[in-house]
């Protein structure tokens, strides 16, 4: 029989590595991919899983925050920061939304084309490819994310 202490302490947040890895391709515009090694946290939630990272400049102020809510049929992307954004990922849907940029505001759609991710207490990796319009600009996105937990 699991106790409230034990169900609070399986439910904690874990401090994890994680490896991100993104692609894009514009049409148009070269290839171009960015490789982040960085600390973050991973916590179980109802529906699945929440992973959170900053993203820092080179002087270490934190610059984005990024928040991945997996759930069994889809993944919430949300950045805050110098970018700020929500894509809804769920395979063969669009979703619609706003990015926005130190410039302004522009409009998003995202279509998944592949949504996988597998986790447990001890990480794991989530892989998506996606379309993508931003204001109309096409182009289409990968990411890769391995999770590991800290030794």
Not at 6 to 23: A, F, I, P, Q, S
Not at 66 to 94: F, N
Not at 97 to 120: I, M, N, R
Request: net charge negative; proline share 2%; aromatic share 6%.
């Amino acid at each position: 029989m699991m106790t409230e202490t034990n169900e609070k302490e399986d439910c904690m947040k874990r401090n994890v590595w994680l490896t991100v890895h993104g692609e894009q391709q514009y049409e148009g515009m070269s290839a171009d991919s960015s490789d982040l090694r960085v600390r973050g946290t991973m916590e179980e939630t109802r529906d699945g899983y929440l992973l959170r990272y900053e993203e820092t400049d080179g002087d270490g102020k934190v610059t984005t925050a990024t928040r991945l809510a997996l759930a069994p049929d889809c993944i919430i992307l949300t950045r805050t920061g110098e970018v700020t954004s929500e894509m809804v990922l769920a395979e063969g849907k669009e979703h619609t939304s706003f990015y926005a940029v130190p410039y302004g505001t522009l409009p998003v759609a995202v279509k998944a084309e592949s949504v996988k991710w597998k986790l447990d207490e001890d990480g794991g990796m989530l892989a998506l490819r996606y379309a993508i319009t931003i204001g109309g600009q096409r182009g289409k996105c990968a990411l890769r994310i391995r999770v590991r937990t800290e030794e």
